[in-house]
């Protein structure tokens, strides 16, 4: 997936934010495949599971591991059904970012790749209330742009635009 492009910025900032929510060390379920992301949360010193990339829709079995945290980066827009896998993770505590929607653009959809397309793109309101359905309570925020180095109006608004969305939950208990 990043072959030709590393997302510093996006990285840099969840990086830091995990760092200010999560204490070093913890042991965070990471839902999807190993990455790069994952890789700098292992070189700061957390302990980094990762789910085997099954579909998070229809089996939610690797979701049934006891960690400190779970993290979600850029997962919940790739789901039909993100209610029911936040409802099941065991932990109380959660990280997750997801893409904003872009009133400009359409939701994004590769063409080659099944697994890398949007069926969700959140506004702000939207995940917030998702989550609070599901169980949590959000304690922090943070939103981000993500300029590219293009010319034309869409580039432009990417300047301005909020990209990004992270949020660190705990669990309400019930």
């Known amino acids: 997936m990043y072959e030709h492009t590393y997302p510093k910025k996006r990285?840099?900032?969840?990086?830091?934010?995990?760092?200010?929510h999560l204490p070093a060390h913890c042991h965070?379920?990471?839902?999807?495949v190993e990455n790069p992301l994952g890789e700098l949360l292992k070189k700061e010193g957390f302990n980094v599971q990762n789910t085997s990339g099954e579909d998070l829709d229809l089996h939610q079995d690797g979701l049934h591991i006891n960690a400190?945290?779970?993290?979600?980066?850029?997962?919940?827009?790739?789901?039909?059904?993100?209610?029911?896998?936040l409802?099941?993770?065991?932990s109380n505590k959660?990280?997750?970012?997801?893409p904003l929607r872009l009133w400009f653009s359409p939701a994004y959809r590769s063409?080659?790749?099944p697994w890398d397309r949007h069926f969700h793109e959140f506004e702000?309101?939207?995940?917030?209330w998702l989550l609070e359905k599901a169980g949590w309570k959000i304690i922090a925020t943070e939103k981000w742009t993500h300029p590219v180095n293009?010319?034309?109006?869409?580039?432009?608004?990417?300047?301005?635009?909020?990209?990004?969305?992270?949020?660190?939950?705990?669990?309400?208990?019930t």
Do not use: C, M
Not at 11 to 20: C, N, P, W
Not at 94 to 98: D, E, F, H, I, P
Not at 124 to 128: G, T
């Open 111 to 113: 063409k080659n790749d």
């Open 124 to 128: 702000d309101w939207q995940f917030d």
């Open 150 to 173: 293009k010319i034309g109006i869409r580039p432009l608004l990417r300047r301005f635009t909020p990209r990004y969305y992270i949020v660190y939950a705990e669990r309400i208990n």
């Open 11 to 20: 990285f840099e900032k969840t990086l830091a934010f995990v760092k200010k």
């Open 28 to 32: 965070i379920l990471d839902l999807g």
């Open 87 to 90: 409802q099941n993770v065991r």
């Open 68 to 85: 400190d945290a779970v993290t979600a980066f850029e997962i919940f827009e790739h789901l039909l059904n993100p209610f029911t896998v």
């Open 94 to 98: 959660l990280v997750a970012s997801v």
